[in-house]
C-alpha cells in the first residue's frame, strides 16, 4: 500500500539553487522520514521528524511538518549535482508499526 | 556503504525455477523487512521479522516465503514466480522492534543495496 502522494513528481534544477519537495500523507502518525535513492541502488535515510515538531534542519536539508494537513515538506539548499537522486517521505503510523512510502520526487540537479 | 548485506546483486530466473535471497545485518537491529520495488514506484512492504517472528505479511502471495533464521539473517524463497514479480527486492533493518509501547522516535529503515530479479 503506498501512503500518499508527492509533489512535484519530477524536479529539474541548477546547481546552487534550491529544491523543494512535498509530501502529503492520509493517516496518524507517530513520525516521518525523508529517504534518498540513487538510481538502482538502495535507499539512505535522511531525516526523521516526530509528530509533535514541526521543523527540523540536518546540513542543508530542512524539513517542515504540518500534522493538521497531513502534509511534509524536503528542503534541500544549494544543490549540488550530487544530490541527484530520487526522494521518498515514508510514515510510520500509529499502531501500524511499519513504514509506508509516498510515491517519491526524482530531483535532477544540472551542474 | 551499507552495513546490510543483500546477495545476490542480480538473479534471473524461469517460472519453475527455486530461488532464494538473502540478507544480513549486523548491527544488532531487531526488525528486519523485504520491501519491493518497481521501477519509477516507491517501495511496497512485502513482510517485516521482529525479534525473528514474523509481524507482518501484507497479503503477498505464497509463492514468496520469507524466513528468519536468526536475528542477523532474512532470507525470501522464491517459487513458480510471475514475470510481473521481476523487481527489485530490497531488504532493510531497524533498531526498534515492533510492539507496544514504542516510541515515535522509532522507524528508521537501513536498506541493502536491493537484489535485481528478472523473471523469464
Known amino acids: 500500500s503506498q501512503q500518499g502522494e508527492e509533489d512535484p513528481q519530477a524536479l529539474s534544477i541548477q546547481e546552487g539553487e534550491n529544491a523543494t519537495m512535498n509530501c502529503s500523507y492520509k493517516?496518524?502518525?507517530?513520525?516521518l522520514q525523508w529517504y534518498r535513492q540513487n538510481s538502482g541502488r538502495g535507499l539512505v535515510h535522511l531525516i526523521l521528524?516526530?509528530?509533535?515538531?514541526r521543523e527540523k534542519h540536518s546540513g542543508r536539508l530542512r524539513v517542515t511538518l504540518d500534522t493538521s494537513k497531513k502534509s511534509s515538506s524536503l528542503l534541500i539548499t544549494a544543490s549540488r549535482a550530487a544530490d541527484t537522486a530520487s526522494y521518498f517521505c515514508?510514515?510510520?503510523?500509529?499502531?501500524?508499526?511499519?513504514?509506508?512510502f509516498g510515491a517519491g520526487t526524482r530531483l535532477f540537479v544540472k551542474a | 556503504d551499507t552495513e546490510v548485506t543483500q546477495t545476490p546483486k542480480h538473479l534471473v530466473m524461469g517460472m519453475t525455477n527455486k530461488k532464494s535471497l538473502k540478507c544480513e545485518q549486523h548491527?544488532?537491529?531487531?526488525?528486519m523487512y523485504w520491501y519491493k520495488q518497481k521501477a519509477k514506484k516507491p517501495p511496497e512492504l512485502m513482510f517485516v521479522y521482529s525479534y525473528e517472528k514474523l509481524s507482518i505479511n501484507e497479503s503477498v502471495p505464497s509463492r514468496f516465503s520469507p524466513e528468519c533464521p536468526n536475528s542477523s539473517l532474512l532470507n525470501l524463497h522464491l517459487h513458480a514466480l510471475q514475470p510481473e514479480d521481476s523487481a527489485l527486492y530490497l531488504c532493510?533493518?531497524?533498531?526498534?522492534?515492533?510492539?507496544?509501547?514504542?516510541?515515535?522516535?522509532?522507524?528508521?529503515?537501513?536498506f541493502g543495496e536491493g537484489s535485481r530479479l528478472t523473471v523469464l
Open positions: 521528524i516526530r509528530s509533535n515538531e
Open positions: 515514508a510514515t510510520w503510523g500509529i499502531g501500524g508499526f511499519k513504514t509506508i
Open positions: 532493510a533493518s531497524s533498531g526498534r522492534a515492533l510492539g507496544p509501547g514504542v516510541g515515535p522516535g522509532t522507524g528508521e529503515l537501513f
Open positions: 493517516t496518524s502518525i507517530n513520525n
Open positions: 548491527m544488532g537491529h531487531r526488525a
